[in-house]
């Protein structure tokens, strides 16, 4: 933890300002606008305010009013041409418009950009929000806030230190260290069950970042797809691409690497309570049989995910009609292979090593007198009883025994056969 915050300190762009680092082709003012008009009609004509010139084919021609801005109340032309990439505008619609510069001439400054999405967007936030706080509770808001703290460490430390130049993959290492550290305690609180997991969590993210430094360098990936060469173009600085693709793999595989490993490390501590008669070898056996389940689900999300995310350019290659060898080893391809298969990897090693360690922490416990984390204290236990093939519950004093003949019997009572016996654990 400590060297994680050291090397944030080190990385962190401490005074530069945005306005020193942002690229002038990005400083766009965004301004709210409601379309008032929508008609279809040839691109032949022109509204004389910097529209696109006359033409074959036909363009959408909109009056949108601005609601907000320098200009707020006034309405603008925009003639958009009608493609198959083109979005579909109809009046009433919200859309946000942008110009450069600090005083924009009327119509020919502004340009729609996107839709309004941000009230449809808080809509699906709180529920959510509301969805996790009802099955999760105290547990569900502790979570929330790993959340914001997790946005607050990338937005407010990885984003700036890549964009000021700093190595990508060091930037995406210590805040991933951050990020593990951060959620982790605060969402499952300061133990050792929890340590356990950062343990695992550290040690799978060693394993994932030199595994994707490795391969990326042996299949000669440059990390330059088009984002990433258009953001290279527009910083006006040079940037490490391929350590932006391995910054991007480590990060990607923090969050599922935390629910492998908590979920490890929390098996391992409920076997040992089930049955604190356990060898080591045999508790680290079973805890192993419930990761095996848990890992093969992990792995077909985790490709699913990546899978899922690049489908348009699946899509785009397919339609090449080159062999499926040729399309898996082309640059943006190969690059969400590695990914996925060296994410794969890391989520594979960490049921194994987490479970080792769980093991011989909650063994050492036990060897050094210890109670073992959420173990039962001494002076109640709850035993189980199964009689005739029903079962029945009593608690009973460990070492005080019973009062006496006249004290009220911790079992039930048989109308026919009156009270049973009580039953020794363990031989007390």
């Not at 032309?77 to 619609?93: H, L, N, S, Y």
């Not at 703290?149 to 937005?155: C, H, K, N, S």
């Not at 992990?298 to 348009?312: D, E, F, I, R, W």
Request: hydrophobic share 45%; glycine share 12%; proline share 6%.
């Amino acid at each position: 933890m400590l060297a994680a915050v050291i090397g944030a300190v080190l990385l962190h762009p401490f005074g530069e300002s945005p306005e020193s680092t942002a690229p002038s082709g990005f400083a766009r003012t965004p301004v709210d606008g409601t379309i008032l008009r929508a008609e279809t009609g040839p691109c032949g004509t022109t509204d004389g305010a910097g529209n696109p010139p006359g033409g074959a084919g036909q363009c959408l021609r909109l009056r949108v009013e601005l609601d907000n801005g320098p200009a707020a109340g006034d309405t603008v032309e925009q003639t958009v041409p009608r493609e198959p990439t083109t979005p579909e505008f109809d009046v009433g619609d919200e859309v946000v418009l942008a110009y450069s510069g600090t005083a924009p001439r009327r119509g020919s400054s502004y340009q729609i950009v996107d839709y309004q999405r941000g009230p449809w967007m808080l809509l699906l936030c709180a529920l959510f929000v509301g969805a996790v706080l009802a099955l999760g509770r105290w547990k569900g808001l502790a979570s929330l806030a790993a959340l914001g703290v997790a946005f607050v460490i990338l937005a407010g430390f990885v984003l700036p230190s890549i964009l000021a130049g700093r190595n990508p993959l060091s930037v995406a290492v210590v805040g991933a260290g951050l990020i593990m550290f951060c959620t982790l305690y605060l969402t499952h609180g300061l133990s050792a069950r929890t340590s356990t997991a950062v343990l695992g969590t550290l040690t799978s993210l060693t394993l994932i970042g030199t595994l994707s430094a490795v391969f990326a360098g042996l299949t000669r990936l440059t990390g330059l797809d088009d984002s990433t060469s258009a953001l290279i173009g527009a910083l006006g600085h040079d940037i490490d691409a391929r350590g932006l693709l391995l910054a991007g793999v480590v990060i990607g595989a923090l969050g599922v690497l935390d629910d492998v490993t908590v979920t490890q490390a929390s098996a391992v501590w409920e076997l040992h309570r089930a049955n604190p008669s356990l060898r080591g070898k045999e508790l680290y056996s079973s805890a192993l049989r419930i990761g095996r389940d848990h890992v093969a689900s992990s792995v077909n999300t985790l490709v699913l995910a990546y899978a899922g995310t690049a489908l348009p350019l699946l899509l785009t290659y397919s339609l090449s009609g080159n062999p499926f060898t040729d399309i898996v080893t082309t640059q943006d391809v190969a690059q969400e292979v590695v990914r996925t298969l060296v994410g794969s990897l890391g989520l594979i090693a960490a049921v194994p090593l987490t479970t080792a360690i769980a093991a011989l922490i909650v063994r050492g416990e036990k060897r050094s007198g210890t109670p073992a984390e959420d173990e039962e204290p001494s002076g109640t236990r709850v035993v189980t009883l199964v009689r005739n093939g029903a079962r029945r519950g009593a608690t009973r004093a460990t070492g005080a025994g019973f009062a006496g003949p006249g004290a009220a019997s911790p079992f039930r009572t048989d109308p026919e056969k009156g009270n049973r016996p009580p039953l020794r654990v363990g031989g007390r």
